[in-house]
């Protein structure tokens, strides 16, 4: 059986790139992201399983006949574990299947365009095709708006400004260390409420900001939500959602 082909062996490899689209809106895509993924003969895009990738709807415009698409699966995490299995063990096996998917379209020539949702490099899945590939490919990050910006335009205030200190932070983090955290910042975005929405609330409300606070849905879609936190009454939250608190200063500058 002869070897595997790599980059080198005499046949040219394809590109990867990791094309940012965008926080929601179409028209937030970059103009080099447009160009890269009409360009791509092969379009690849992470999904929950079962349900439409975000990141493949916002390009669905540019997507045609001609491309092919790669669809990778998340593992669902309600199915029944076995004892030896962790979730984070799925989600590698996940990643390392996408990678050899995406490998063996780049082995054969062809150019492959991996969607993602805001920036690829911002708590972005494109990430970890980038780690398995990148030292043996050409692999380009295109970059995108991430959520962290469209937050703040959403609800209209400055983020951050002269030497505050902004920290991006996670509702999947403990009650107390998001205290510690809250403490330690001048301004804060929360991303990945879910079911942890309570809890950041919560948190948020003992440590004097939730009058600042405020909870932003879907933003610049068309399904766009975002109120004060104090007024968003719900146990849940979607998966496309974050809180945002914003500089205490700079609207008084
Ligand atoms: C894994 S991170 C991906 C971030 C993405 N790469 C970016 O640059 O914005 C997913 C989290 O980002 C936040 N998020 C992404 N898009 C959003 C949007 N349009 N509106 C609100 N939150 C969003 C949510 O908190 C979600 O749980």
Redesign the pocket.
Same mark, same amino acid.
């Given at each position: 059986m002869s070897a595997p082909l790599s980059a080198g062996d005499g046949m040219d490899s394809g590109n990867l790139y990791g094309v $940012?689209v965008g %926080?929601?809106d179409p028209e937030l895509m970059t103009l080099k992201a447009v160009r890269r993924i009409s360009a791509s003969p092969v379009i690849g895009y992470f999904a929950a399983r079962g349900r439409p990738s975000n990141a493949r709807r916002i390009a669905e415009d540019l997507i045609t006949e001609h491309h092919r698409e790669l669809r990778f699966d998340y593992p669902v995490t309600v199915e029944c574990l076995a004892p030896t299995q962790s979730y984070e063990q799925m989600l590698l096996g996940c990643y390392d299947e996408a990678a050899a998917r995406v490998e063996e379209e780049l082995l054969a020539g062809h150019d492959v365009a991996v969607l993602?949702?805001?920036? %690829?490099l911002?708590? $972005?899945?494109y990430m970890y095709l980038h780690n398995r590939l990148a030292d043996r490919f050409t692999a380009k990050v295109i970059p $995108?708006i991430?959520?962290?910006t469209?937050?703040s335009a959403a609800i209209g205030r400055p983020l951050a400004c002269g030497d505050e200190l902004l920290s991006v932070l996670s509702g999947v983090m403990s009650a107390d260390d998001l205290k510690t955290s809250l403490v330690a910042c001048d301004a804060a975005v929360i991303?990945?409420?879910g079911r942890n929405l309570v809890k950041v609330k919560s948190v948020i409300e003992s440590v004097g900001l939730l009058d600042r606070a405020y909870y932003?849905?879907?933003?610049?879609?068309a399904a766009e939500i975002c109120s004060p936190l104090a007024d968003a009454d719900i146990a849940s939250a979607p998966?496309?959602?974050?809180v945002v608190i914003p500089s205490a200063v700079a609207g008084l500058r």
């Open positions: $940012g %926080p929601g993602c949702e805001g920036d %690829p911002f708590y $972005g899945s $995108g991430s959520s962290l469209a937050g991303i990945k409420l932003v849905e879907r933003a610049t879609s998966y496309f959602s974050m």
